[in-house]
């Protein structure tokens, strides 16, 4: 990450149908925050209301376009 030239780097992670966007800004935590584990405790790391796009929906489609165009957006102007 140190590396990189985009002030945001931007990330999608899929679960089946549902997807989760992340967005890092240089030098800020990583939206939505990471949860660490916890060797003592079970912790949900990856919680479900985290997959709130489906990639079917007009309302997934259209986050995970808006996304899209923003990464090509941000590497247009390096």
């Not at 985290?50 to 899209?68: C, L, M």
Request: charged letters at 25%.
């Amino acid at each position: 990450i140190a590396e990189c030239l985009l002030h945001v780097l931007r990330g999608a992670s899929a679960m089946g149908t549902q997807l989760c966007f992340y967005e890092k800004p240089l030098n800020q935590p990583t939206v939505p925050l990471h949860t660490p584990a916890d060797p003592e405790v079970m912790i949900d790391t990856a919680p479900r209301t985290r997959w709130n796009y489906n990639i079917f929906t007009d309302e997934g489609e259209q986050k995970f376009r808006a996304v899209a165009d923003k990464i090509m957006e941000d590497c247009e102007s390096l």
